[in-house]
Structures are given as structure tokens and as C-alpha cells.
């Protein structure tokens, strides 16, 4: 266990739609970050936020954003889906400051297939 | 530009057999570098990381990684495989000193331990 956890695990969205998927960080964690997982491959940065600002960003388009909340929870949301945006989304938790010094926990995912 | 390369798509050993689980890395400076498993249906685990201290890392569950920078290499080792070691293994790299926890994952090494 981890102490990070998503939802749903599982949804099936039509193209064209917006989803929205949910994460509860680990206590104590103020910092998110978002991850997809195409199949077959590993995971690509999405986003990440801190203290309620996203402070980087992977090579993603517009269309994915995100919220963080005072509790540190937080949203990936995806506008106008394409077939290709069906993948493992991962959510993971962490402290502020790089990863040499934190240690990075991830939930189990909301697989997202889009038809 | 930061990446790793995982050398090996798929790695099949019998239980009790070493594992060597390949990863090569590419960075203009000094990464860090993790190794995460990823069990079916379950979210990722860290396995080991390493940040410039001592070159050989002991990681959980007997893995063991050895840093060498003359090679660019990061391999995962473990001296007798388990049939619970059966698993996605992704070999990691993240920038030092960066403003945010960004991951960069390799493609994965799928291993199969034979009974």
C-alpha cells in the first residue's frame, strides 16, 4: 500500500468527450504529479503540481489539465478525447523538492479506454 | 536530454537462476536513476535508487543495481530469481536538482521466471 489512491479504475469514454480522473495523495504530500501509460510502454510525464500550481510539464497538449486542492488532492482532466488518449493514468505523491531526496509513490492507475 | 534504454524487451530465467535485468542511461550530468516494478494490476514500486552516493545499491526484495559511469549503465541484478519476481521492471532516470519530481521512464523489461 502506498497511501495513494484513484478513481475510478476502470472507464470507458466515447471520442470526443472530457474526463475527469481523481487522486488522493499520501498524507503529507504536497506534490502531484500525473503520468500516462500507453500499453506496452512506460510511463510519460504528464504535469505536476505543487501547493495548488502546476510547476512542469511534459510534452502533452492543452487539452490535459489538472487541479490540485488545499488538501493536496487532486484532478486530471482531459478534453476532446482521441482514441489515442486510451492508456493507464497513474497518479503519484511525493514532497517537495527532487526526486534524489523523495521518495515517489504512485496509486494504481484509472485505466481509460476511449471508443 | 535525459533518457534510458532498456536493452532487453523480455527476460526469461528459471527460479533460482540470476536475473540481470539491463538498463543504459544518457545524461549530461549526474542523474539519478531508480528502478520500479510493476506487478499486473498494481500500481509501481521502487525497487532502488541511486544519488551519487555509493556507486553499488541495495534495493528491496534482494535486488541489488550497480552504477557504472564509464559505461552509462545502471543494471539490475539479483542472484536467484522468485516466481513473485515475475513482473514489468522499468529502469528510471530523473534530473538532479530539478524544480520538479519528473520521471523518466524506459520502455520495460517484461520477466518471466520459469518453475
Known amino acids: 500500500e502506498t497511501g495513494v489512491t484513484q478513481s475510478p479504475t476502470h472507464l470507458i469514454k466515447t471520442r470526443g468527450q472530457q474526463v475527469t480522473l481523481r487522486c488522493s495523495s499520501q498524507s503529507g504530500h504536497n506534490t502531484v504529479s500525473w503520468y500516462q501509460q500507453a500499453l506496452g510502454q512506460g510511463p510519460q510525464f504528464i504535469f505536476q503540481?505543487?501547493?495548488?500550481?502546476?510547476?512542469g510539464r511534459g510534452n502533452f497538449p492543452p487539452r490535459f489539465s489538472g487541479l490540485q486542492f488545499p488538501n493536496y488532492s487532486s484532478e486530471l482532466n482531459v478534453n476532446a478525447l482521441e482514441l489515442d488518449d486510451s492508456a493507464l493514468y497513474l497518479c503519484a505523491s511525493s514532497l517537495a523538492g527532487d526526486s534524489a531526496g523523495n521518495t515517489i509513490y504512485f496509486g494504481e492507475g484509472s485505466w481509460l479506454t476511449v471508443v | 536530454a535525459q533518457s534510458v534504454t532498456q536493452l532487453d524487451s523480455h527476460v526469461s530465467v528459471s527460479e533460482g537462476t540470476p536475473v540481470l535485468l539491463r538498463c543504459n542511461y544518457s545524461s549530461s550530468y549526474s542523474p539519478s536513476l531508480f528502478w520500479y516494478v510493476q506487478h499486473p494490476n498494481k500500481g509501481l514500486q521502487l525497487l532502488l535508487k541511486y544519488t551519487s552516493a555509493a556507486t553499488l545499491v541495495k534495493g528491496i526484495n534482494g535486488f541489488e543495481a550497480e552504477f557504472k559511469k564509464s559505461e552509462t549503465s545502471f543494471h539490475l541484478t539479483k542472484p536467484s530469481a522468485h516466481m513473485s519476481d515475475a513482473a514489468e521492471y522499468f529502469c528510471v532516470v530523473s534530473p538532479t536538482g530539478g524544480a520538479t519530481n519528473k520521471l523518466i521512464f524506459g520502455t520495460g523489461t517484461l520477466l518471466a521466471v520459469q518453475p
Open positions: 503540481y505543487y501547493r495548488e500550481e502546476e510547476n
